[in-house]
């Protein structure tokens, strides 16, 4: 083999250099290991949101024409065999290593309601939202399709632990193929492989001194013999959601609106996302008092291009985000703040930050447990305080998070049955006061606006909601 590495600094050039030289080596591993679905380790960020009481991601398609319950449970069945984490649990060892495995596994539930009113899949995707997935059971998803003759809507539920937004729209492609074509081959994909350092473009665990810093703490939590387990896990999803409620709104762009808007973003050269963001900023200034986390605004990530070993269509979780501060002078004409926005999130569009997060495997998987417990007062521990206080998990540290998915590239036409409508990601948050999602399909953008009454009033947000849209049809002409 080639020896003009040992001379190499550890650059983002070295890693991509070496990730060629092992190629075939990775390939064949890569095969073997998607023969057996064998257990994968949790990655750190994986395993911080297995504890949390509100990990669960809903997602929602609407789909004209006929679904059978017993058609729906035959693609189901074939997309399972194509995404391995649709048949996995959590497995802990005595060393509190977490894992995805395969074995005992049962069957995905798939729950079946009547489409009593057309509003009635917002009820059931709130109820399937806030029930807990037993992950040393699994699996960690489940349906439920809210059913009529001629129009059904299919709301997926699953822990964020096992995937992102972008894998739920991935999924409800998968599931339509198979709906219209019961016999269609399954196309099965390898195990999505962890995020350790062989994956990632840059080296995120800092110097020798982050390095040793990090060795203490893990030290100094052993010491402790802390562990939880799966009752403990139930035990603070009971009772955290006693004390929350989530809601949610719903609407769309028409296809003339949605092709306006893209258009005029690109006259502008800024993204949808930011021109969304800029909208929400204002209307947030306009309506809520003032207040330093108006200015923080989350904007997510989907990493999975920047990755050095390539993942497409995974169903995984491969999301970060950055976080700017953005000051919106009402003053200021709408594209011109929209491009000042556009590179004030653009400068934070790093390897380097996008996957900061990913230094949390480095940590003690066991002290990673015990953040949600200390967080919520269900364990006291100086050093898991100050822990959850320095990551800012313990207070409202932005006022909105922004996940767009943009245009999905995939048929809406299956067979008999039409993809309408695709509205999430759905997610609950208590350290940000709404999230906002968003995707695009036949032409459409669909918004789902989420918040919780503990940290905003409904009719905050829906005022929010109403200033930032009427912001952007003056702005794009509508």
Known sequence: MDTRWRNWPMTRERRVWL????????????????????????????????????????????????????????????????????????????????RFTPEG????????????????????????????????????????????????????????????????????RDILRHLADPDRRVARLPVPPLVDESMLP????????????????????RRKGIRFDP???????????????????????????????????RRARVTVNTALTTAFAFAQGQVEAPSDHLRKIVVSVDFRERLTRPVDGAFAFYASAVRPELDYDPGTPFWDAARAFHTRIRELLTDESIFESQRLSA???SLLDAL???????????????????????????????????????????????????YGPYVYTDTVEKYLGAAT???????????????????????????AMDTLRRAVGW
């Open 19 to 98: 990730n060629t030289q092992w190629r075939p080596a990775r390939r064949k591993m890569t095969r073997d290991w998607h023969t057996t679905h064998g257990p994968r380790q949790l990655s750190g960020p994986e395993r911080l949101r297995l504890m949390l009481p509100n990990a669960n991601v809903v997602m929602v398609a609407r789909i004209q024409g006929p679904i059978s319950p017993e058609g729906l449970e035959g693609a189901v069945s074939k997309v399972r065999e194509r995404h391995a984490f649709l048949g996995v649990r959590v497995d802990i060892d005595e060393k509190q290593t977490g």
């Open 105 to 172: 596994v049962p069957a995905i539930p798939i729950r079946v309601v009547p489409r009593e009113g057309s509003d009635r899949w917002m009820e059931v995707a709130i109820e399937e939202h806030r029930q807990a997935f037993l992950y040393e059971v699994g699996p960690l998803i489940r349906l439920a399709l809210v059913m009529s003759d001629e129009v059904s809507e299919l709301i997926v539920t699953a822990h964020h632990a096992i995937c992102d937004g972008l894998s739920l729209a991935y999924l409800f």
């Open 202 to 221: 840059v080296t995120v665990l800092g110097g020798l001194l982050s390095r040793l810093g990090i060795k203490v703490v893990n030290w100094a939590w």
């Open 231 to 265: 009752a403990d896990h139930r035990e603070l999803h009971r009772t955290f959601w006693q004390d929350h409620r989530g809601h949610m709104l719903v609407w769309a762009l028409s296809e003339a609106q949605t092709s306006a808007l893209v258009s005029r973003c």
């Open 363 to 365: 940590f003690d998987p």
């Open 372 to 422: 949600p417990f200390a967080k919520y007062g269900k364990l006291e521990d100086r050093l898991a305080d100050r822990i959850v206080e320095k990551m800012g998990i313990d207070r409202i540290s932005a006022s909105l998070i922004v996940t767009n998915l943009g245009r999905l590239d995939f048929p809406v036409d299956y067979g008999p049955l039409r993809l309408e409508a695709l």
């Open 441 to 467: 399909v036949d032409g459409r953008m669909h918004f789902t606006l989420c918040s919780g009454e503990r940290l905003i009033e409904d009719e905050t947000v829906e005022a929010v909601r109403v200033v």
